[in-house]
Each structure stands twice: as C-alpha cells, then as structure tokens.
C-alpha cells in the first residue's frame, strides 16, 4: 500500500477545474463591483470639494468657487466637461484670486457633465445657483450613473439613477 504524501494528478485537475468554474462566475461581478466602486469614488470627490467650499467660503466670509479646472490646474476654465477634474478657488478682498485645492482628471475616464461657470458659495454658505453634475463611466450598466444636485441653500444631495447614452 503507498503511504506517499500529497495529490494525484486526478485529484488536482479537477481542482482545477473547479476553480476556474467558480473564477469564471465571480470575475464578472468583481468587474462591476470595481466600477461601482471607482464611480463612487469620484462622486465622493466631487462632493467632498463641495463641502470644503463651502465651508471655506462660510470660514473665510469670501467667495469660492468650485470650477472645472484648466489642463495645468492653476485656474479655472468654463466647460461642462469636468472630467479633466476641478479645482477650489476663492476670491480675496482685493479681487485677487487663491487656488485652495485642485483634484486631477479621475482614473476610469468617467463622463462628468456639469455646469460651465462652476458653483460658487457666499459667506453664508449659499450657492449662487442651483446646479446638477452627472458622473458615469464610459461602459455604464444598470443604474451606474451618479447624479450629484447643488441646491441654492448650498447643500447637495448623491442620488444612484439609470445609465444614459452619451
């Protein structure tokens, strides 16, 4: 009888074979997961620059604004495409302008639609106008894109809708 240690060549095929049926079947939702994932991050971002604004506006008791950002990020630029990312820019008593914070182009290359002219907060923390920014990845599934809606009050709400054609 052999007492030999380890596993047949049988035994390990089929292991191997299991493993790739089980691979097969959770790959696919991995991949939705780390777009799921990815799309939430750059929403997270884009509000999280709405929140610094605005509490640097109320902080400061100055106007900031919340823009797209040019190619080199040292200024603002008016598009509505804001996939090249987006910076914080305040306006000081004498009408010279401070870059705050810049945000680089996100990875996944997201579709961000926004507003030209950006959002702008007063001393109380109020938008100078209501605005909605739309974020989906390029091979958007189900309800994959992100709506993100600035109210006048300066407060701004995430909401998960229907992916749409570009």
Do not use: Y
């Amino acid at each position: 009888m052999d007492t030999g240690r380890g596993f047949s060549l049988i035994e390990l095929m089929v292991t191997v074979a299991i493993l790739s049926i089980v691979a097969a079947i959770a790959i696919p939702s991995l991949d939705t997961i780390v777009r799921g994932h990815r799309i939430a991050a750059v929403s997270n971002d884009l509000s999280s620059a709405f929140v610094l604004a605005r509490s640097e506006a109320s902080k400061r008791g100055l106007p900031v604004l919340v823009c797209r950002r040019n190619d080199d990020g040292s200024d603002c630029e008016d598009d509505t495409d804001w996939s090249a990312g987006w910076l914080i820019r305040a306006t000081l008593p004498d009408g010279t302008t401070q870059i705050l914070r810049v945000w680089e182009p996100p990875l996944g290359q997201p579709q961000l639609q926004g507003v030209a002219t950006g959002v702008s907060f007063d001393a109380m923390g109020a938008a100078a106008m209501a605005a909605d920014f739309s974020l989906q990845l390029p091979d958007c599934t189900g309800q994959g894109r992100r709506v993100i809606s600035v109210a006048l009050s300066g407060q701004h709400t995430v909401s998960r809708e229907a992916c749409v054609e570009p």
